[in-house]
C-alpha cells in the first residue's frame, strides 16, 4: 500500500496538469459515455453514470457537453461507439504496467500504447501478464487534518468500508468495488473532503528500479496518461521517499 500511497501523489499532481492542457474534460465525457452505454442514460439507476456526471461538474465541465455524451452513450445521438480496452506491459526496470483505455479505434489505440512504451524503456506484453498482480478496489484519500479520525473510522464502517489506514498524515480508506460508488456517495453526504478517489488497480507486489530509470518511467506514465484514449494508468512501482519528494 505504501507504493501506491506515493504513486496517488504523483496522479495527483498529474491530474491538475491533465486539467491545464484540456484533457480531463475528455476523459470524464468519455467516462460518461461507456457509463451510459452500459447502464443506461439515467443517472439515478446507474451508480457509475451518476459518479461519472459528479466528476464531470466538479471539473467545470458544461452541462450541455455532459448532456452529449449522455445521449451518445444511451443511442440518442450517434458517436457512443467506445469500447473499454486494458493493456498491460512492462517500463523501464520491469515495472508491471496497466493502461485502461476507452477507445473507438482499437487498432490505433494498441499501436500507439505499444510505440510509447517502446519509446521509454519497455514493452506492451500480452494479456495476463501483468493483470495478476493487481487487484481493483475503491480507495479514497483524506487529509488528517480535514476530519477525526474517530469520526472518520465511524462514517466509513457505517458506509461498509473494508479498511481505514493513516499514513504521512492521509487516511486511505478502502472498499469492494461494488460498494465504491455508494461509500462515494456517503462521503460527499457527509461533506468529507477528500484529496483523491479512484476504484484504483492496488498492486500485491511492488518494484524498485534504479534512481536513474525513474525519471524515464514517470515521463512514460505521463506520456500514457496524455493520450485522449487512455482513462487511467497503473503501476506497481515502489518509490523512495526522498526521490519522490525531488522529482515533485
Known sequence: MAGHSKWAQIKRKKAVTDSRRGKLWTKL????????????????????????????????????????????????LEGGALEEITYEGYGPGGVAVLVETLTDNRNRTVSEVRHLLA?????????????????????????????????????????GADDISLEDGTYEIQTAPESYHEVLKGLRASDVPMTSHDLAMIPGNTTEVDAEKVPTL???????????????????????????????
Open 119 to 159: 519509446k521509454h524503456g519497455g514493452n506492451l506484453g500480452e494479456n495476463g501478464c501483468v493483470n495478476w498482480i493487481f487487484s481493483k478496489r475503491g480507495l479514497f484519500s483524506i487529509d488528517q487534518a480535514a476530519i477525526d479520525e474517530e469520526e472518520l473510522m465511524e462514517l466509513a464502517l457505517e458506509l
Open 218 to 248: 514517470l515521463k512514460l506514465v505521463e506520456m500514457l496518461e496524455d493520450h485522449d484514449d487512455v482513462q487511467n494508468v497503473w503501476t506497481n512501482l515502489e518509490i523512495d521517499d526522498a526521490l519522490l519528494a525531488e522529482l515533485s
Open 29 to 76: 465525457l468519455k467516462e460518461i459515455t461507456v457509463a451510459a452505454r452500459l447502464g443506461g442514460g439515467d443517472p439515478d439507476g446507474s451508480p457509475r453514470l451518476r459518479s461519472a456526471i459528479q466528476e464531470a461538474k466538479a471539473a467545470n465541465v458544461p452541462n450541455a457537453n455532459i448532456e452529449r455524451a449522455v445521449q451518445k452513450g444511451s443511442g440518442e
